[in-house]
């Protein structure tokens, strides 16, 4: 059985951002420790403002499947101790999809630094005073959930992978592009 197509497009979605964040991430808090105001960074941080804040929109439509739309069922071949440790990342995965997109923009509207390109800002998180050391506490925090996502991101590609590659079994394909075939979903 597969997840549906929206909740399977959402998840490639989400994916690719955050692949897409982590290093750019990276990128602004090196150029901004090394004080280099240029245009590359200044071009960095509304990419990452942009991708950042679309991880949150997406997440809500994503919360949204998850309460309105059933999860296919895990292959027989899972211990129900695999399936409870694979359950509890995926929620930890949701509360740090959530939570680390609402500190960069509490932390942005602290600051304040909304403006993506001229022209254009993000809205101010409601209720956020404008103060630059509650800003740079924010930053703190998001910047340290952030890793922790992208480590137990990585740890979860390894086991993705791992069930294609080395177990072969139905796992991945929950997740994949290929549509499961009804006698590949009896087999
Ligand atoms: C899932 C979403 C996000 C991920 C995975 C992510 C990831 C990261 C990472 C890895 C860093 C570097 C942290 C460090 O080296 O300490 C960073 C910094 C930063 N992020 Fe995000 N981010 C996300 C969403 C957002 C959003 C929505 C905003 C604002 C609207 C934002 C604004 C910032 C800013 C301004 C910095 C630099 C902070 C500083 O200068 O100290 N991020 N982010």
Redesign the pocket.
């Given at each position: 059985m597969q997840y549906s197509r929206s909740w399977r497009l959402l998840h490639w979605l989400i994916a690719l951002?955050?692949i897409a964040?982590?290093p750019v991430?990276?990128l602004?808090?090196a150029r901004?420790e090394a004080n280099l105001w240029d245009r590359t960074t200044d071009i960095l941080?509304g990419l990452?403002?942009t991708l950042?804040?679309s991880?949150?929109v997406l997440m809500l439509l994503r919360i949204g499947c998850k309460l309105w739309l059933q999860a296919p069922a895990y292959p027989d071949t899972l211990s129900r101790r695999q399936i409870l440790a694979a359950k509890s990342l995926h929620h930890l995965f949701y509360v740090l999809?959530i939570l680390?997109?609402l500190l960069?923009?509490a932390?942005?509207t602290a600051f304040p630094?909304l403006m993506i390109i001229p022209g254009v800002e993000?809205p101010p998180m409601p209720g956020i005073p404008r103060d630059p050391v509650l800003a740079?506490r924010l930053?703190g925090v998001?910047?340290a959930f952030?890793?922790l996502?992208?480590l137990l991101a990585l740890g979860h590609i390894v086991a993705a992978l791992w069930h294609r590659f080395v177990l072969h079994d139905e796992v991945f394909q929950r997740m994949g592009f290929r549509h499961l075939s009804d006698k590949e979903h009896k087999s």
């Open positions: 951002c955050v964040l982590v991430g990276l602004i808090e901004t941080y990452h403002k950042g804040f991880v949150l999809l680390v997109p960069g923009w932390g942005v630094a993000l740079e930053f998001h910047g952030a890793l996502l992208a």
